[in-house]
């Protein structure tokens, strides 16, 4: 994914590794709703930056892009969002907005 798309929606920042997403969300003051992370990283992998950025931030969503192969092996462990590569800039967009929705719909149920 380039960083014209997210941009182009009003999303970011986008850091390229999860060190930099982890010392981002350390210093940002406000609300991150949702973090969109591929499993495999170059430096931590997604489901880690998820645990130690929910350390802190425990309402932070996360959307986890994935190829097949030996990366679903560790989804068991996990509760999950799951965005399969490759996909549609639609169904990005699609799969964000239904995560965020869910606690919505969920909230105007009750």
Known sequence: MSVAFPSML???PVPYRGAEALHWSERHEGTIEIVVTDIVLSDINGFELSKR????????KFLFLASFGDQFLELGKYSADILEKPFLPSELV???????????DATSAG
Do not use: F, H, S
Request: net charge positive; hydrophobic share 30%.
């Open 94 to 104: 699609r799969k964000v907005d239904d995560i965020l929705n869910q606690e919505k």
């Open 10 to 12: 009003g999303w970011g």
């Open 53 to 60: 950025i929910r350390a802190t931030r425990p309402a932070t």
